[in-house]
């Protein structure tokens, strides 16, 4: 039974930083694609970034690339996402998001497994 759970949410003001933590339960990162998605209220959900063990196969969304980093711990099995110089646009329930294969696809639909969220509020 796959488990992800996400911390680390909070509000901030624009311009700073947090970083969250999503920890996987019965689920081998490792060997699979886990990332990060959000949605904003009244919008669509949309990807931030994921990626397998190699760099190879990490994406970020355009609008995230240079200020979001994504890493991991394998030893720990706990994903992160730090997000430095937010913008009031970041605001959102962020998502962990995990799936059963190495490659990482952008699409929501290929993502199994999914936390219950983390608000992440910038003002």
């Known amino acids: 039974h796959v488990q992800l759970v996400e911390s680390g949410g909070g509000s901030v003001q624009a311009g700073g930083s947090l970083r969250l933590s999503c920890t996987a339960f019965?689920?081998?990162?490792?060997?699979?694609?886990i990332g990060w998605f959000r949605q904003a209220p009244g919008k669509k959900r949309e990807g931030v970034a994921a990626?397998?063990?190699?760099?190879?196969?990490?994406w970020y969304d355009t609008s995230v690339r240079g200020r979001f980093t994504v890493s991991r711990d394998s030893a720990k099995n706990i994903l992160y996402l730090q997000m430095s110089s937010l913008k009031p646009e970041d605001t959102a329930v962020y998502y962990c998001?995990?799936?059963?294969?190495?490659?990482?696809?952008?699409?929501?639909?290929?993502?199994?497994?999914w936390g219950q969220g983390t608000q992440v509020t910038v003002s």
């Open positions: 990626g397998h063990n190699g760099d190879s196969s990490k």
């Open positions: 019965g689920y081998t990162m490792n060997k699979n694609c």
């Open positions: 998001a995990a799936r059963l294969a190495p490659d990482c696809p952008t699409a929501l639909s290929n993502f199994r497994y």
